[in-house]
């Protein structure tokens, strides 16, 4: 049995998870997702990573996955304790020592997301449109109940880590993302990890859209089950 410590993005709300936890433990695994004090002025990378190793406790044999901002505290895990796997789940990889306020700049990921915008018609930016497009009505509706806004500090904090683990790294990228757009993540996945992302059915939020192609993904990924012959909800 394997356990898989499941790290959300900005909000820091482990309620991301509650519908992909479910078929890993299904799977005959552990499911650990901590939730983020993201509204915490005094919380930064470090407190997070901290609270990340905490919650994995004695388990061994760990997947960290890491939902967009979650990207930035995976790290520091994962230099903390030894893992089986690190997955990225329309991440923002960064490098030693960047800042998430900084990365928006260094990746170009604004410039990537408007272009694309401009090509589809999407307009000014808001939470329907980029976030739950396809997102079912009820489970988005469920989200509102539980969102929090991530204070500054973890933007400015420096994510401190040295390297990246020696294990696998695997980057799974939304196909229908229009906050971090595809091809903006297949590039940011070769740049700064030298891998080929993965690219499944999904938006920014594919957790909550697709939770069984996330959970079959990742649990093909790390040789945990075979790969899954269809991707549906």
């Keep these: 049995m394997s356990a898989f410590a499941l790290i959300p993005g900005a909000g820091g709300m482990a309620w991301y998870w509650s519908r992909v936890a479910p078929l890993l433990e299904q799977a005959g695994h552990t499911a650990i997702a901590p939730d983020l004090p993201a509204d915490d002025e005094h919380s930064g990378l470090p407190e997070y990573a901290h609270l990340v190793i905490d919650a994995i406790g004695e388990h061994r044999d760990v997947v960290i996955v890491a939902q967009s901002m979650g990207a930035f505290t995976a790290p520091l ?5 030894p893992v089986r796997a690190l997955v990225f789940v329309n991440g923002m990889i960064p490098v030693p020592g960047e800042t998430a306020g900084a990365w928006w ?12 915008a401009a090509e589809r018609g999407w307009g000014e930016f808001d939470l329907d449109t980029y976030f739950t497009h396809d997102v079912p009505s009820e489970i988005a509706a469920e989200g509102a109940e539980h969102a929090r806004d991530e204070v500054e500090i973890a933007f400015i904090t420096p994510c401190d880590f040295g390297a990246w683990p020696t294990a696998p790294i695997h980057a799974l990228a ?33 957790a909550l859209a697709h939770p069984r192609a996330v959970a079959d993904y990742l649990l093909a990924v790390t040789g945990l089950r075979s790969p899954p012959t269809s991707s549906g909800r």
Excluded: K, W, Y
């Design 105 to 116: 700049d260094n990746t170009g990921v604004s410039v990537a997301r408007d272009a694309l």
């Design 174 to 206: 939304g196909a229908d993302d229009r906050f971090f757009p595809v091809d903006f993540q297949r590039r940011l996945a070769r740049e700064r990890l030298g891998v080929e992302a993965d690219v499944r059915p999904g938006g920014h939020l594919m």
């Design 77 to 81: 895990v994962c230099e903390a304790i």
